[in-house]
């Protein structure tokens, strides 16, 4: 492998990982403001993400690439609609983590690596492999018997995995500088943030100014909360392919499987861990799979040069 695509890998590496680990904490953050409703924590979540970015953009001097970014109709249209996927996603994590179901947060993100290979697949060109096939058609069945133990299929789960990877697809055929495509996300949802806050939002806690020092503080640090993770998640998918990507992402639902299990202690029901079950084999394959292929691509790079 040439060393510009080495060290291009191995950067998306460090970013996936610094993404899933920071998004697998983000619950114990989430959780002391738990009183406050979802929709109002995510108007913080855009209003400071937007300052925030708009910050790093100017200190960057990436000015002139956001100029040049926001003056591209058809670029604009694509980010308004990357930009609504990530808004359901932002809602529906922040919902699910205060109100208890953490437990289904964690299914949703063990779920998207696998959905965003297979919409890799569909919409990149990208092929999968017999093992990964198979991994793939393993977390559907997990799946699928929830929904006969059960009788409901995980609304909540799918929701948050169909969001995050189609936003992930979305990005990933953007050729954009991280910054400067979220920014132009997070402005594309900030007058509807503004608009809802300013004249809809009706609670005790909507006026900062009557709020107490501590609470806003952590209110607009919401931004860096939001902000830091996607960054790297955004750098990585300009370093790696999908699939490789996918691989990664089990590091956050599996500290969210942690904090809900042993920390916040939900109910983890029979039906739901033989889904669990089948996701983490499918996950075990997967990724075993993806090290012995590189294994194998590595050793027949090796013997050319020889």
Not at 270 to 285: D, G, N, V, Y
Request: aromatic share 14%; net charge positive; glycine share 6%.
């Amino acid at each position: 492998m040439p060393t510009t695509e080495t060290n291009a890998l191995r950067g998306g590496i460090i970013f996936a990982i610094c993404a899933y680990t920071m998004w697998g904490i983000a619950p114990l953050y989430f959780k002391l403001i738990d009183h406050i409703d979802a929709d109002e924590i995510l108007v913080h979540r855009v209003v400071w993400s937007t300052v925030l970015l708009m910050l790093i953009v100017l200190l960057t001097k990436r000015w002139g690439s956001f100029v040049a970014t926001i003056t591209q109709p058809k670029i604009v249209m694509q980010l308004t609609i990357s930009a609504s996927f990530l808004a359901v996603n932002w809602f529906l994590f922040i919902w699910a983590v205060n109100n208890d179901h953490l437990l289904d947060a964690s299914l949703g993100y063990y779920i998207n690596p696998l959905l965003s290979v297979a919409l890799g697949v569909v919409f990149l060109g990208e092929r999968l492999r017999f093992w990964q096939l198979f991994a793939v058609g393993l977390a559907f069945i997990g799946v699928m018997i929830q929904l006969i133990m059960v009788g409901s299929v995980p609304v909540i789960s799918l929701a948050l995995a169909g969001t995050f990877a189609t936003y992930g697809l979305l990005r990933k055929k953007l050729p954009l500088d991280s910054f400067v495509g979220l920014l132009v996300e997070s402005l594309m949802m900030l007058p509807i943030a503004l608009i809802y806050w300013l004249v809809f939002l009706e609670t005790n806690t909507n006026n900062m100014f009557e709020n107490a020092m501590s609470l806003n503080m952590i209110l607009i640090c919401t931004g860096i909360v939001t902000t830091a993770p996607l960054l790297c998640f955004s750098a990585a998918t300009k370093r790696m392919t999908l699939t490789a990507l996918g691989f990664f992402q089990y590091i956050g639902p599996s500290i969210m499987f942690v904090l809900a299990t042993f920390y916040y202690q939900e109910p983890l029901y029979f039906a739901k861990l033989i889904t669990f079950a089948c996701i983490w084999t499918a996950l075990a394959i997967f990724s075993f799979d993806s090290v012995k292929t590189r294994r194998k691509a590595a050793k027949l790079a090796a013997t050319k040069l020889i």
